[in-house]
């Protein structure tokens, strides 16, 4: 169990739910924040930013590897550098951000990129870290989070076994206690065909840590289903309209998407429950309408009981039906009436 500003986290919790804000933002503070208060409207525990500038991701160059020429990239034609510098979000936002979702009663934090981001972070004492996909094998970053001793959550897209085990072991030799991870692809958007779910029981049994889902599927349905298999934290990109653009609009939810999300992958938690077989307190009541053996004609004292006047019927307040052999061919005791619960004492 881990516990992020009081929220525990971990099996015998509801899922933690986490609005991805990115660079849906638009530049724009009044956008971010409304954004924020649309997150927490449709429910959502945690509100994601990233830290970073243009110049702490790459260098200002739009040509070779600088230059994004995949046609079937979101993002083709553009350089690193202008994409990041559309998709950033301002230092000097976090605070309000923070502040609005903490004032929302979300939990607020952040995705740094490099160093000087976590120094800026730590400045703003946020509850927790993410580190991102692309940065997972970036030992150095991962061992400075992991130093603050806060929780720290990781995605795991693209890394192999080997790699991950890595960076766990970096991690933890650092100083990090809690840690998650989150399986992800890291393609944009993923395919439910492309995700591996099996995977996310797998890890937790692997690295002895909670594990959960970094989804960039379209819908609900994948975070649903990571639920089942024990993802205990969703995160979800989140923006007010796909139809507004931004750099990450196109696999992003709106509103009334993330309030199913938050609801179903609830009702997915609670659904699990444990091993159990026979009724439930819930269930008791419907025994009754169980088939059971019934007198089905007016059968007179000393008549033998047989297919013509015994039923197996509803409801079930009679002998269990395992026993009509058993009964056919003997004699009642007394008059019993049509419509009657056969019973042993019914029976000579």
Known sequence: MIDIAGRKIGIGEKPF????????????IERALAIVDAAADAGAHGLKIQTYTPDTMTIDLDEREFHISDSKSLWAGASLYKLYGEAYTPWEWHQPIFDRARARGMIPFSTPFDETAVDFLESLNVPCYKIASFENTDV??????????????????????????ESVRAARSAGCRDLILLKCTSTYPATAENTNLRTISHMRELFGCEVGLSDHTMGSGVSVASVALGATVIEKHFTLSRADGGVDSAFSMEPDELTDLVEATERAWQALGAVSYGPTE???????????????????????????????????????????????????AVNVARGTALTWNLIE
């Open 17 to 28: 739910v986490i609005a991805e804000m990115s660079g849906n933002h638009n530049q724009s």
């Open 140 to 165: 150095q970053l991962i061992r400075r989070v992991a130093a603050t001793g806060k929780p720290l959550i990781m995605s795991t897209g693209m890394a192999t076994v080997a790699e991950l085990d």
């Open 282 to 332: 819930a269930e008791k009541k419907s025994l009754q309408y169980r088939r059971s053996l019934y007198v089905i004609k007016d059968v007179p004292a000393g008549q033998v009981l047989t297919r013509d006047n015994v039923r197996a019927i509803r409801p079930g307040l009679g002998l269990p039906t395992k026993y009509l052999d058993a009964v056919l061919g003997k004699r009642v």
